[in-house]
């Protein structure tokens, strides 16, 4: 069972850039799809962007050209990496293991995320 462990949140202002990362225990993170959600405040949890174990990324319309999701398969890492960010974009960020790469599903336990707040 894979575990995962969110960080890189914080407040910032409008416009300005976060990364995040997603550490993910397990032998087996290189052949995983893996994807970041978030959950703003009464709002069904959505996923953002997805990377598949080769590299493709896929991306939900609203952050497209803003934010890039990457992988560090030395580091069992996944990053977010969230440029020009908007208030809208305020949320608990998570990452997971998706299904398979064209799935929004995701397959283990959820990590505690990490709270993004875009805010001036």
């Known amino acids: 069972q894979v575990q995962l462990v969110e960080s890189g949140g914080g407040l910032v202002q409008p416009g300005g850039s976060l990364r995040l990362s997603c550490a993910a225990s397990g032998r087996f993170f290189s052949i995983y799809d893996m994807g970041w959600y978030r959950q703003a405040p009464g709002k069904q949890r959505e996923l953002v962007a997805g990377?598949?174990?080769?590299?493709?990324?896929r991306y939900v319309d609203s952050v497209k050209g803003r934010f890039t999701i990457s992988r560090d398969y030395a580091k069992n890492t996944v990053y977010l990496q969230m440029n020009s960010l908007k208030p809208e974009d305020t949320a608990v960020y998570y990452c997971?293991?998706?299904?398979?790469?064209?799935?929004?599903?995701?397959?283990?336990?959820w990590g505690q995320g990490t709270q993004v707040t875009v805010s001036s």
């Open positions: 997971n293991r998706l299904k398979n790469y064209d799935s929004d599903i995701p397959v283990v336990s």
């Open positions: 990377i598949s174990n080769i590299g493709s990324t």
